[in-house]
């Protein structure tokens, strides 16, 4: 089992950045590979970013790629997302999902057991 808290959302004018952070508790961080999904009125949720256990692998949604970076710090239990260049079509709540890295990654909200509560991010334009 984890615990995830999302925190770092907020409203900011397009162009600009914002670092959402998710702290975990529970099993051992390093057990977990991590995810963000986010979620706009109306739309499914969708996969944003992962990264692997060990930092080693990342991977991005085309509408993020290259200007999402996500990061991890093992040692103090937090996944990172640190958004640049942020347009009014990335508003939405943004969640911290979690998957035992032994089951391997998958890009699909269902096939995800573990989340926060999110965050509201908002951009205007």
């Known amino acids: 089992q984890v615990q995830l808290v999302e925190s770092g959302g907020g409203l900011v004018q397009a162009g600009g950045s914002l670092r959402l952070s998710c702290a975990a508790s529970?099993?051992?961080?390093?057990?977990?590979?991590m995810y963000w999904f986010r979620q706009a009125p109306g739309k499914e949720r969708e996969f944003v970013a992962l990264?692997?256990?060990?930092?080693?692998?990342?991977d991005y949604s085309d509408s993020v790629k290259g200007r999402f970076t996500i990061s991890r710090d093992n040692g103090a239990n937090t996944v990172f997302l640190q958004m640049n260049s942020l347009k009014p079509e990335d508003t939405a709540v943004y969640y911290c999902?979690?998957?035992?890295?032994?089951?391997?990654?998958?890009?699909?909200?269902?096939?995800?057991?573990?989340w926060g509560q999110g965050t509201q991010v908002t951009i205007s334009s």
């Open positions: 529970g099993r051992a961080f390093s057990d977990w590979t």
């Open positions: 990264i692997n256990w060990s930092g080693t692998r990342t």
């Open positions: 999902a979690a998957r035992p890295a032994y089951r391997g990654i998958v890009y699909a909200a269902k096939d995800l057991n573990f």
